[in-house]
């Protein structure tokens, strides 16, 4: 069993930053891929952020410049990073991780944290 655990969601007023954090957990031979998706009401689930085990990224066209992605492997976390927030930025926020159990791989998605940005 792998436990992804979120932290660091909230509100903000525009402009504002915040830093989110996702610690996988369990049986875990090897963590590949982790990265950050959003789901805003009555839309799509969409990719914010990515990062290799080798630390290569990948964003999204909207949040390069505003967000950095980042992870500890040895603590198998990957963090995000936001600045200047905008309110189209509110969402909940989705940690994934591709997780490597040696016999088989696997991919999973954290519970989500509330990303709220209103003046």
């Known amino acids: 069993q792998v436990q992804l655990v979120e932290s660091g969601g909230g509100s903000v007023q525009p402009g504002g930053s915040l830093r989110l954090s996702c610690a996988a957990s369990g049986s875990i031979f090897r963590v590949n891929s982790m990265g950050w998706y959003r789901q805003a009401p009555g839309k799509q689930r969409e990719l914010v952020a990515s990062i290799t085990s080798g630390g290569s990224t990948d964003y999204a066209d909207s949040m390069k410049g505003r967000f950095t992605i980042s992870r500890d492997n040895a603590k198998n976390t990957v963090y995000l990073q936001m600045s200047s927030l905008k309110p189209e930025d509110t969402a909940v926020y989705l940690c994934?991780?591709?997780?490597?159990?040696?016999?088989?791989?696997?991919?999973?998605w954290g519970q989500g944290t509330q990303v709220t940005v209103s003046s």
């Open positions: 994934n991780a591709v997780i490597d159990h040696y016999t088989f791989i696997n991919n999973y």
